[in-house]
């Protein structure tokens, strides 16, 4: 059983900073790609970024050039530096797993983003 934990969320200040970080753990299958979602009060679960074990990374437009996602090879481990952000980056944050067999969530953690 894959298990993925998140861990870095809180509250900042607009223009602030924000490190989240996303552990998996378990038998993970083959090759796979680690995520980032998103999911605001009344929306739906929408992608931030996502890099595959070959590092092809994608973002969302809102995110660009203010949100970057990286990982750690071989430790199934990945982080999103998240800057200048807004208040409509508040939401719940999920990290992914998906792997040859299935898809994994953590429990998310919260990102305020509020003066």
């Known amino acids: 059983q894959v298990q993925v934990v998140e861990s870095g969320g809180g509250l900042v200040q607009p223009g602030g900073s924000l490190r989240l970080s996303c552990a998996g753990s378990?038998?993970?299958?083959?090759?796979?790609?680690m995520g980032w979602f998103r999911q605001a009060p009344g929306t739906q679960r929408e992608l931030v970024a996502s890099?595959?074990?070959?590092?092809?990374?994608n973002y969302d437009d809102s995110v660009k050039g203010r949100f970057t996602i990286s990982r750690d090879k071989g430790k199934s481990t990945v982080y999103l530096q998240m800057n200048t952000l807004k208040p409509e980056d508040t939401a719940v944050y999920y990290c992914?797993?998906?792997?040859?067999?299935?898809?994994?969530w953590g429990k998310g953690t919260l990102v305020t983003v509020s003066s």
């Open positions: 378990g038998i993970i299958n083959g090759l796979y790609t």
């Open positions: 890099i595959t074990s070959g590092d092809s990374i």
């Open positions: 992914n797993l998906e792997d040859s067999r299935a898809s994994y």
